[in-house]
């Protein structure tokens, strides 16, 4: 016997595996017609029957027809057909199946003419007999004919048919025209209630049992002779699987407690359930919360193959004692993922799922099946005909629970006496699945099926019916309009699904970053540490040598109290660095909290648009991500008020055509930055200007904020401290160092190589008179050519901040830049006692004769 089977795809393979492969033994010859699906069918079950057995054969690319054009009105009608099916009497309560048939709407229907015949009174009668007359009169498809006969089969098979529109109908009314024997080999348990009509004669029938039977004969009036109970052939295996391995080895595999049960809960498909995820968290948290036996039980979550997607990279690690495993679902197609599949289900306490039918294959292990009928999934259970079945054939196989205390209770119970529940599997199963015996084997009664309707021999030839020429001429026209109408609701949905993957694509980019951002905080945090323990070690033998200095002023002495907690910082505290800087800056992270007020952020988003126009986009660089990093995030960029600061102080050296010596790299230059805050602006500076050396001088507590800070950023960056026992050290090899950290005491003494440029960012107005003027005249002796300061203006209140400016005239010729006052505001500090006027400066030093 040949017998020609078509599949949708070679998913489908995997429910009659045993059938081709008893054919195969029984010396039949099956020529299997399937498109190949890799996503789903990544263990290749096809290929591998193909190897094993000669006389299975493959083709992978199902013919295409001659007429493309009456193949999809063909398609169109029935598919108008199967929409008007969910309007019947009874899927009135099948919201769910109702609005999937809405989504699939037909262009017959959906057109203006088609929508006022459904309202009149026996509109959706009168429209359904207007779409089967005309779906008899087309022509049966030349090409797929021609491939039928080259194959010379018995018997012609499909599965699963019943898809919307019925695509394989064709492959069923080219048999016909060739007299042969057809059938139906019905896929699944839900096929009859859940997806389409079978619209195309056939002789055979196959189902798993009489309730599918009855399906078969009411919902899609198919005599009832035609029809043949087999059992589920798809399951014929679990009733001889074995366990392969213990459960305390099991539990310790997939990484739960080996000393404690555990429940299973079993994922649906993405049609019953698209995001369960939140469901199971909810789930998880009632069990928890309202038993004490639950509390410690463990809960294995096992992903359905088909909508594992989520499940992949999803983190319940605050929920004790659950484990998502394999988090692909594992398809179980081959000896290995049955072999997993079957364990977690058998070493089991209990099952628990939506709607799926691996509820169905825990019965026949055995293990008592749970459910909670849930408000987000009524549609997919109790609006669903089959999931009726689930409750009520041969007294149900579902313990069903209306609210969390019901179902607590009756997992409790089960957890108690996990085989109480053996006897309600053991009678489901003998109705639904083995319905001829639990020791009767459904695959030989389906192939005994086939047999004996291809033994029966060839059939009258189907023939079109007698008035079919005359309508043609209307159905060729009606063609044409359905052509274009599909074309173009291909098109549009072919934009909306690259649309769709552009925002997937987009959503991975941004998953993926924000995982590289986490990974590379942590990383931080690590190193972070280390260079804290280094730089204390060195900051406790600066401070050591410094001599006593009451020259601190008391803006300084708040600064440095502020700091005393990062002379014994824990772990945690130094991975949140960063935001200590509010000590030296005054930038508080909480001014940046999520807020209903989004004025702030507004103002903030303003500035950067401002600075960004009278700047270089170039110049720009974003707060980092570490270290405890603030601020907010808009078009790409991460700033806040320091990131602004910086960048203007960056632009204004850039305006006077300074910045291009510093990013040339030879001869290499120095930078002095007065104080050196937490390192903001440094950072900033060397991220453009890599090869200079960056000097910093100031009060060495400082340094447990800048040096940890840049050494972190820069971990490749060379690092050199001031050394008082050997202070000339310090100034060897100057060129080779990237960033040198020395106490402002050095300042007198210091001697680099070279100066070229001195920076102040509000490190000199918290300074006294005299050391202002040393600084600022240091400079200048070491041969600074620019001095760069945002400083007290000599009308500020602030005596000591006043002396800043006139000092800077005594050397430099200064050049106040003006900024947008209220932008000025925002990128200049208030002091302690008060505002404070500020002005960005550019100072060039004079020549003094």
């Known amino acids: 016997m040949n017998v020609l089977f078509f599949m949708r795809s070679t998913v489908y393979v995997r429910n009659f595996e045993s059938t081709l492969r008893l054919l195969a033994e029984r010396g039949h010859r099956v020529h299997v017609v399937a498109e190949v699906h890799q996503v789903l069918d990544p263990a290749d079950i096809m290929g591998r029957l193909c190897r094993e057995y000669p006389q299975i054969t493959h083709t992978a690319v199902p013919p295409a027809p001659a007429s493309k054009r009456w193949s999809q009105l063909g398609i169109e009608f029935r598919r108008g057909i199967d929409y008007l099916r969910y309007r019947q009497r009874e899927f009135r309560d099948a919201p769910k199946l109702r609005w999937r048939a809405e989504l699939k709407t037909p262009t017959l229907i959906a057109s203006p003419l088609g929508r006022r015949l459904l309202r009149l009174p026996g509109g959706s009668s009168a429209l359904g007999r207007v779409f089967r007359w005309c779906d008899r009169a087309l022509p049966v498809d030349p090409a797929i004919t021609a491939f039928v006969r080259d194959q010379q089969p018995d018997i012609v098979l499909v599965t699963p048919l019943v898809e919307p529109g019925s695509p394989q109908a064709d492959y069923l009314r080219a048999a016909r025209a060739l007299g042969l024997p ?4 019905v896929y699944s348990w839900d096929n009859l209630t859940s997806k389409g009509l079978i619209q195309e004669a056939v002789d055979l029938v196959t189902v798993w049992n009489q309730t599918m039977k009855d399906e078969a004969v009411t919902l899609h009036r198919v005599p009832a002779a035609r029809v043949v109970v087999t059992g589920a052939a798809a399951y014929d295996h679990w009733f001889s699987w074995r366990s392969r391995t213990s459960r305390r080895a099991f539990c310790s595999r997939v990484g739960l407690s080996p000393d404690e049960p555990y429940l299973l809960y079993l994922c649906s ?39 594992a997607e989520r499940w992949l990279t999803a983190d319940l690690g605050d929920l004790d004692r659950v484990v998502v495993w394999p988090r692909d679902g594992g398809n179980p197609v081959d000896e290995e993922s049955r072999g997993d599949y079957y364990d977690s289900i058998y070493h089991s306490a209990a099952v628990v799922g939506i709607n799926t039918s691996a509820l169905i294959e825990s019965a026949i292990v055995g293990r008592g099946v749970f459910t909670l009928l849930a408000p987000e999934f009524r549609g997919a259970q109790e609006g669903t005909l089959h999931f009726r079945y689930l409750r009520r054939v041969n007294g149900g196989l579902l313990h069903v629970a209306s609210d969390v205390a019901e179902h607590v209770h009756q997992l409790e119970a089960a957890l108690g006496d996990p085989q109480a529940a053996a006897g309600k599997c ?32 060839p059939r009258a030839p189907a023939r079109p019916p007698w008035w079919s020429a005359a309508v043609r001429p209307v159905l060729t026209r009606t063609a044409a309009a359905v052509e274009a109408a599909v074309q173009a609701s291909a098109r549009a949905n072919r934009e909306l699904r690259q649309a769709k993957e552009r925002d997937q694509e987009q959503r991975a980019a941004r998953k993926q970053a924000a995982a590289d951002e986490a990974a590379l905080v942590a990383t931080s945090a690590t190193q972070a540490f280390a260079h804290y323990l280094h730089v204390r070690d060195q900051v406790h033998r600066l401070h050591a040598a410094m001599p006593a200095d009451n020259g601190v002023t008391p803006a300084e002495q708040r600064v440095l109290a502020a ?10 505290a130094v991975a949140a660095l960063r935001r200590h800087a509010s000590a030296v800056s005054g930038i508080r992270p909480g001014d940046y909290a999520d807020s ?3 004025t702030v952020k507004y103002r903030f988003e303003r ?40 960048f203007r102080v960056i632009s204004l050296l850039e305006d006077a055509a300074l910045l291009a010596e510093f990013r040339g790299g030879s001869p290499r230059r120095t930078v002095w930055e007065i104080g050196g805050g937490w390192g903001g602006f440094a950072h900033h500076f060397k991220a453009l200007c890599p090869d200079v050396t960056y000097l910093i001088t100031g009060r060495p507590q400082l340094f447990l904020l800048s040096a940890v800070y840049l050494m972190t950023l820069f971990p490749t960056a060379r690092v050199r401290f001031y050394d008082p026992g050997d202070p000339a050290a310090f100034w060897r090899d100057w060129h080779g160092v990237d960033f040198a950290f020395a106490p402002e005491c050095v300042v007198a003494a210091m001697r680099p190589p070279s100066l070229a440029l001195t920076i102040d960012l509000m490190t000199l107005e918290r300074m006294t008179a005299p050391r202002v003027s040393l600084h600022v005249q240091r400079a200048f002796d070491l041969g600074s050519r620019y001095f760069a300061s945002v400083c007290a203006t000599a009308s500020s209140d602030s005596e000591v901040a006043a002396a800043v400016e006139p000092e800077l005239e005594r050397f430099y010729w200064r050049h106040p830049v003006s900024a947008p006052e209220s932008l000025a505001r925002r990128l200049s500090l208030s002091a302690a006692d008060g505002p404070v006027d500020r002005t960005y400066f550019l100072g060039w030093k004079r020549l003094r004769l």
């Open 607 to 646: 500035d950067v648009r401002r600075l960004l126009f009278r700047g270089d986009t170039a110049l720009w660089v974003d707060e980092p991500v570490v270290l405890g990093a603030f601020g907010f995030t808009s078009n790409g960029r991460r700033y806040n008020e320091d990131t602004l600061r910086s």
């Open 269 to 307: 498909s993405r049609f019953i359930a698209g995001n369960e995820m939140p469901f199971v968290r909810r789930w998880v948290k009632d069990l928890r919360a309202g038993s004490e036996a639950l509390r410690r039980v463990g809960v294995l979550v096992r992903p359905h193959p088909q909508n």
């Open 182 to 185: 057809t059938g139906l080999c």
């Open 563 to 572: 700091l005393e907690p990062l002379w014994d910082a824990p772990p945690e």
């Open 596 to 598: 209903a007020d989004r």
């Open 426 to 457: 053991r009678r489901f199963v003998e109705a639904f699945v083995r319905p001829h015996g639990l020791d009767e084997a459904a695959t030989p009664r389906l192939v005994a099926a086939i047999e004996t309707t291809a033994a029966a021999g």
